[in-house]
């Protein structure tokens, strides 16, 4: 017998990832040799189809001001002058990979992230992406788009974005309520989104996406109606749903934040159903982890045909064998192995200055972890996945014994060889997808043993 949706809050109140990756950031280790990175990243260059372009992430960590609910790599400060000096040591760092490529490089996709891409001047904006597209072609179909602050988002900024390119802009909106905004340091008027939203409208852009929290200090069921409403007054061509993650002992900023004022599981299960609801009464469709697109927007037909994919980036259409991160924090990822580059702002400048890429933590795949990265992506991105001979004998001992406790709950049908997400499911995305986590399963049993063994009480699963 199914539980009800208020017992599954508390049943699978846990921190899981959003599996942008797979093995997901806690697996990796230090990289203490770039010699390895460097070698695998010129063979993975060179066998791969290269005019199927490859995709850029680009960091750019500076913010004029603190939100304490952002658990991102930033730099707070209102010195404008780093910004010449960290746009020099990020296309330093581009030439530094493509001295390892054979052959300039084809552009499919780029996306400018942060902190805050529009802490930058337009023409500095112009020059770091003409630094990029300098030594590159671009691919027929590619794709450029950027971060944005309602804030400090200006028409001049959209305009030499677009000439640069792009046509999708994300802004954070988070929540509209001043009361909240308040409370997590972010005081952003809905004027000042709609200027920008119309704004990027106005200057060519073709997808404008908002970005929404659930969760945040104060917010009740009424506080997130009206902050919904009032963003689908603009009607942004997709929206980025995310639940707020209280992690105070990683992020330090989130100590600031009063914890006795978050929503119990079951209060903030009951906002997201309540969110999922208002988006879907107006247009939208529930597309995947946390995010909603209008029928018009590729995402959509994306998520229609089955090409949707996921990434460092979050939902795109565009699938490249190969993404390379530049900046603060930048994750690269090539099919066959991740890498981070340092969090250190000081060590980054050196690094790249002797000549050496960034990165400081990284993963190389085994056939393993091929596999069921497949499956995590299929589930995440079609919310369907096919079990065949790969990894039988990890599916049976690790899988399948989860796949049966979620469809006990109603959460995914296991029909033969095909295991497919329901409707009942889909706030619980993400713990279908750490159904196929091997190396987060293996560890929650190791610590169950441990503690067994130790005479604690033995871990358990809470919301």
């Known amino acids: 017998m199914f539980l009800m949706q208020t017992d599954l809050s508390t049943k699978y109140n846990v921190p899981v990832p959003r599996y942008t990756s797979y093995p997901t950031v806690p697996v990796w280790k230090d990289m203490h040799d770039p010699e390895a990175w460097k070698t695998g990243i010129s063979q993975q260059i060179t066998e791969a189809d290269w005019q199927k372009g490859i995709s850029l992430y680009i960091h750019l960590p500076f913010c ?26 990020v296309l330093a760092e581009w030439r530094l ?23 930058f001047s337009p023409g500095n904006l112009t020059h770091l992406i003409k630094g990029i597209l300098d030594k ?7 794709s450029f788009s950027v971060e944005g602050h309602p804030n400090n988002t200006t028409r001049a900024h959209l305009d030499a974005l677009y000439q640069s390119g792009f046509r999708r802009i ?23 989104v709609q200027k920008a939203t119309d704004e990027a409208r106005s200057a060519g852009f073709s997808s404008v996406n908002f970005d929404l929290i659930y969760g945040l200090p104060a917010q009740d069921r009424d506080r997130l109606q009206y902050s919904i409403q009032r963003s689908l007054q603009l009607r942004p061509d997709r929206v980025a749903f995310y639940s707020y993650a209280h992690i105070p002992e990683v992020s330090c900023s989130q100590r600031l934040i009063d914890s006795s004022l978050l929503p119990s599981p079951a209060q903030k299960l009951e906002l997201y159903r309540h969110g999922r609801s208002l988006f879907m009464d107006a247009g939208y469709t529930d ?55 340092t969090k250190s702002l000081k060590e980054y400048y050196r690094t790249i200055a002797s000549g050496e890429p960034a990165v400081r933590k990284g993963y190389f795949l085994q056939e393993e972890d091929k596999t069921f990265r497949r499956h995590i992506l299929d589930i995440a991105c079609k919310g369907h996945t096919t079990l065949d001979r790969s990894g039988e004998a990890q599916l049976k001992e690790w899988t399948l014994p989860v ?22 499911g889909r706030p619980f995305l993400r713990h279908v997808c750490k159904a196929f986590d091997l190396h987060l399963l293996r ?21």
């Open 136 to 142: 590159a072609t671009l691919h027929p179909s590619y």
């Open 64 to 89: 004029e001001s603190l939100c304490i609910y952002c658990g991102c790599t930033k730099r707070i400060t209102t010195n404008h002058s780093v910004e010449e000096e960290y746009i020099r040591a």
């Open 443 to 463: 560890t929650e049993r190791a610590r169950l043993a441990k503690d067994n063994f130790c005479g604690r009480p033995a871990y358990a699963s809470s919301l």
């Open 97 to 119: 990979y493509l001295d390892l490529m054979p052959h300039p490089p084809v552009i499919r996709e780029l996306h400018l992230g942060g902190g805050t891409p529009t802490f």
């Open 403 to 424: 796949l049966r406790s979620l469809e006990q709950d109603g959460l995914v049908r296991v029909e033969g060889n095909e295991v497919s997400l329901t409707a009942d």
């Open 170 to 192: 994300s802004y954070g909106v988070q929540d509209l309520n001043v009361e909240v905004q308040q409370l997590i340091h972010r005081i952003q008027p809905f004027e000042n």
């Open 287 to 341: 597309i995947g982890m946390d995010h909603f697109a209008l029928p018009a927007d590729e995402l959509y037909l994306a998520w229609k045909d089955g090409s949707l994919h996921r990434n460092f980036m979050g939902y795109t259409v565009q699938k490249s064998s190969i993404l390379l991160g530049l900046g603060l924090s930048a994750i690269s990822d090539t099919g066959y192995a991740f890498a981070q580059n």
